[in-house]
Nanobody, 127 residues
């Protein structure tokens, strides 16, 4: 059973930083496309960043230069370092994974192609 558990959300002022973590278990971690998604109130869930087996990354234009996705295979943990946070970054952040590409990612995945999801962690940025 694949399990993804996010942590690290919270409330910070604009310009601040947060580091999200996603602990993964129940599968061969290295052979999955892993990604972070977010959903703001009243909006659709959107892809934020993705990382593949070879540590190649993709980012949404809105977060490029501010967010960094990474993973620690030894700890089976995915991270999202978020700097220079803006109020529009507010939302629930989800970790997701999918094995269908054998560790590759199709660019920045959309939510409909990811099979496994965590329950999310809330990020609130105040101005």
């Amino acid at each position: 059973q694949v399990q993804l558990v996010e942590s690290g959300g919270g409330s910070v002022q604009a310009g601040g930083s947060l580091r999200l973590s996603c602990a993964a278990s129940g599968y061969t971690y290295r052979r999955y496309c892993m990604g972070w998604f977010r959903q703001a109130p009243g909006k659709e869930r959107e892809g934020v960043a993705a990382i593949d087996n070879d540590l190649r990354t993709n980012y949404a234009d809105s977060v490029k230069g501010r967010f960094t996705i990474s993973k620690d295979n030894a700890k089976n943990t995915l991270y999202l370092q978020m700097n220079s946070l803006k109020p529009e970054d507010t939302g629930t952040y989800y970790c997701a994974a999918d094995p269908r590409w054998s560790g590759r990612c199709p660019g920045l995945p959309t939510q409909d192609v990811m099979t496994y999801w965590g329950k999310g962690t809330l990020v609130t940025i105040s101005s």
